[in-house]
């Protein structure tokens, strides 16, 4: 897989993706994150890629033409299952979501910044809006992080045990069950005895309720 990170702040990404499984996946050779400047696409001397919104709003916009120059680029290397922007008004990320990008061969993640951008990007060139959650960000690179580690942790090899994977919270609709770890009494406080018991089917009972139990209490709507 490939993605490529389209920003104004291309420094953002270089401790996030230089430590544990993303860092682990690119030194596999599972995943290609390549990050690219959009000031490399300006014409103007300054390197400027923002200006002032029509209609006299406050805050500065990401222009058309850098972007436009960047991705057409991109394109004219390889094709692109998807080039996704990070918007606050755009789709949830899911789990569900993240398993499907995790299947594409080759990503495009522009990140907004300032005011937003150019909406003709919007809607010409970009084919998916991802959001992290209902809340504003100063711009989109924490965002790009968040959806590259949650596609490059699904892929094969990236997690040393992929059955870990397949049991996160949100796999099969549900949050995960509580785990615990030796010893088995601290302070008095115990691990549940069943998951002592070695009995296989009684402790995959007793995960399967306990996760039905934190979604119905901790996500109602998710349960529902």
Request: charged share 25%.
């Amino acid at each position: 897989m490939r993605i490529d990170i389209i920003t104004v702040l291309p420094e953002m990404f270089e401790s996030p993706f230089g430590h544990s499984i993303i860092k682990r996946a690119v030194d596999k050779g599972l995943v290609d994150i390549v990050v690219h400047n959009l000031r490399d696409y300006s014409t103007d001397k300054h390197r400027k890629v923002d200006d002032y919104p029509f209609g006299g709003d406050a805050g500065m916009v990401i222009k058309i033409e850098p972007v436009d120059r960047c991705i057409t680029a991109l394109k004219s290397q390889r094709h692109y299952d998807e080039v996704i922007f990070t918007a606050p008004d755009g789709d949830i990320l899911t789990q569900p979501m993240a398993n499907e990008l995790s299947l594409a061969q080759n990503i495009i993640i522009l990140c907004g910044h300032y005011k937003g951008v150019d909406y003709r990007i919007r809607e010409h060139l970009v084919t998916r809006e991802i959001s992290v959650g209902d809340y504003v960000l100063t711009g989109g690179e924490i965002p790009a992080v968040i959806i590259t580690d949650a596609i490059v942790r699904l892929l094969p090899g990236a997690i040393g045990d992929e059955q870990s994977a397949l049991s996160d919270s949100f796999q099969d609709g549900l949050l995960e069950p509580p785990v615990y770890t030796r010893p088995a009494v601290y302070n008095g406080w115990e691990v549940p005895p069943v998951l002592l018991s070695g009995h296989e089917a009684k402790i995959d009972e007793w995960k399967h309720e306990m996760a039905v139990e934190r979604t119905r209490r901790l996500r109602p709507k998710l349960y529902d």
